[in-house]
Structures are given as C-alpha cells and as structure tokens.
C-alpha cells in the first residue's frame, strides 16, 4: 500500500510521520513575524509566505489530527470516559502548564510583552476565549471537537459522517459562530476537517487515491485559483473561498508527503515526532529572536533573511532538544509536556 510503510521509531506509519513534519514546518514558518507585523509589505516574500500558509496549514493540522482520533478511538471503539481522559492528560495537563508559564512571564515582564495580561484576559482565559500564550487556542478547538466523540461513533456505525461533513461546511459557510467562547467559531470553522480526516481514515482514500498523479494536479491547480480568488473580506465569498483553499491545500500536502515518503521516508525525522512539543515551546524561541531584531533596528535584508532562517531553527530544534532533555533526565515531567 503507497506510504503505508513504518518507521523503525515507535513503529509510526512513514507517511503520516512526513506529513506531520512537513505540517510543523509549516506552523512554525508561519510564526516567523520578525517585524511583529502580520503579512508586512516591507518584506513581501515572507508577507506572500505567510498569506500561502494561513490559507490552510491549521486545517491540514486538523485534517491529520481527525485521521488520528479515527485510527487511535474510533478504530478501538474505545468508551467516551477513556477518550476523554486520555486527551486531557495529553492534551489538558500541557495547555494548563504553559497557561500559567505564560501569566508568570506576562505578569513579571508586562511591560515588554505585546498583549500584557489584565483582569479581561484572565476572565477570557477561563472562558476558553483566549489565552496568555495566544496559540493555544489550537488545544481548545481539538478538545471541544474530540468532546462529541460519541456523534463520530454512532454516524460512523450507520455510514453516515459524510452527513455530518456536508452539514459542518454549510454550518461554517452560511451560519457563522460569532462567539469565542470555548473558542467555538474556530471550531465550526475547522470541523468539516476533522471529519473530513476521520472519513479518510474509515475509507482509506488517503491510501487509495494520495498517490495518482491527477490528483495532485487537480489538488495543485485548484489551489492556486482558489488563493487567488479569496478576497480578505469577511463575505459569503471570503468563506466559501477560505473552505476550499483548506481543502486543496490539505490534499495537495498529503501528495506532496506521499510523494516524499517515497523518495525519502525519514523526510523530517529530525523532528517529527515531537510535534506537540515544538508547538508548546517553539513560540517562546521565536519571541526571543523577534526581540532581538527590534533590538538590532535594522532594515537590512540580509539580517532579516539571517534572523527569518535562525527562528525557524531555533523553534524547531530547540523544543526537541529540551524534550529530548525531559524523557532522559525528568521523566516526571513528561506528562507537562505532552510526551
């Protein structure tokens, strides 16, 4: 079966492995905002990079997060207490640790952080609306999408989660959430992807259709029109373009990995299976070398392109050396840190 091979570590499946790299690659790529401006047009490559990558990097992480909970829940029928228990150690013990890193830092260091902590954000951190460490909304979303497990397991039984995933687009596209609470607009936003990755897992379509060529032309050229038609505006435009820029960059990864996989199974080996932990700590790597950019105050390309390439290393390898650290030295702390 195409990429349906294993590692020798911990016996993950090669192609999963690759497009999980390749996925963290490019969260942390997106991150890079030396300049603490978003899409900054004095640096209109990295601006482009960035457009590219938001346009489908999170749903691509859902994607593979929702082909997982099928292979690892759904595939086990395991019980709606012991999926929700084992996700709140690997996921809920985590996001507590470095909420409360983040306050500390942001109540001793408020005068040189971007968004100081108050009595509002503390009242929308307990919420689930926002967070001090800001991208942890991400967590959020993927509890409260893995929460309906019970919905999955009985549609799945009766082969009707494509009804669902019809239903969660037309619920995004046409009848937006506006409330953040328990960060549900993101959710119904990201939701046709979840399911979308848990239909791939019960019909191996990843298995079956990854590798045909005509499928990552499709998925290539489909792309590309669609992020050049998505218009920035808040529309019913904006949300059907924005749906389906998720969906093509999503299939066009997955070629692309299988693609990969076969030409080099260990693509990003490096690092792959510390995805988790490089979401939790690279931000922090990242912020230092921002820092360090304003403190420089130079417009030169050349430290731009320097500092751009040292963040994106830095907040890769770092967090895997410092789990890397916890496993052999501090296997106690494991669990804060995800592993």
């Not at 959430?177 to 328990?182: G, H, K, M, R």
């Not at 607009?185 to 399911?195: C, D, E, H, N, T």
């Not at 912020?287 to 403190?295: K, P």
């Amino acid at each position: 079966m195409t990429g349906l091979t294993t590692t020798p570590r911990q016996g993950r499946i090669a192609w999963l492995a690759v497009l999980q790299g390749f996925s963290m690659l490019l969260v942390v790529l997106g991150h890079i905002i030396l300049s603490n401006t978003f899409r900054d047009p004095a640096h209109p490559v990295a601006a482009t990079l960035e457009r590219i990558i938001y346009s489908f990097h999170m749903p691509l992480f859902i994607f593979i997060s929702g082909w997982l909970f099928g292979l690892t829940c759904l595939g086990r029928d395991s019980s709606y207490r012991d999926v929700m228990s084992k996700k709140f150690k690997r996921l809920g013990i985590p996001f507590l640790f470095f909420t409360l890193i983040a306050l500390g830092v942001k109540l001793a260091l408020s005068q040189f952080v971007n968004r100081p902590v108050d009595g509002t954000e503390i009242v929308n951190t307990l919420l689930l609306s926002s967070n001090p460490l800001y991208e942890m909304w991400f967590v959020v979303v993927l509890v409260v999408l893995m929460a309906v497990y019970p919905v999955y397991r009985f549609l799945l039984r009766h082969s009707a989660l494509i009804w669902l995933l019809c239903a969660s687009i037309a619920l995004y596209v046409l009848v937006p959430v506006d409330t953040d609470v328990l960060q549900l607009r993101r959710a119904v936003r990201l939701l046709p992807y979840f399911v979308a990755g848990i239909l791939a897992w019960r019909y191996e379509i990843i298995d079956r259709y990854g590798g045909r060529w005509y499928v990552a032309a499709g998925a290539s050229v489909l792309f590309v029109i669609f992020n050049v038609l998505e218009t920035g505006a808040d529309t019913l435009s904006f949300r059907t373009m924005d749906t389906l820029c998720g969906f093509t960059g999503t299939a066009l990864s997955i070629c692309v990995c299988l693609w990969l996989c076969n030409l080099r199974p260990t693509a990003f080996g490096s690092f792959s299976a510390y995805t988790f932990q490089i979401f939790l700590m690279g931000l922090f790597v990242q912020m230092a070398v921002r820092v360090l950019y304003a403190r420089l105050g130079s417009d030169s390309d050349v430290v731009y392109t320097l500092l751009f390439a040292l963040s994106l290393a830095l907040g890769i390898y770092v967090p895997v050396l410092v789990a890397r650290f916890i496993e052999r030295k501090i296997p106690r702390m494991k669990k804060f840190f995800g592993l």
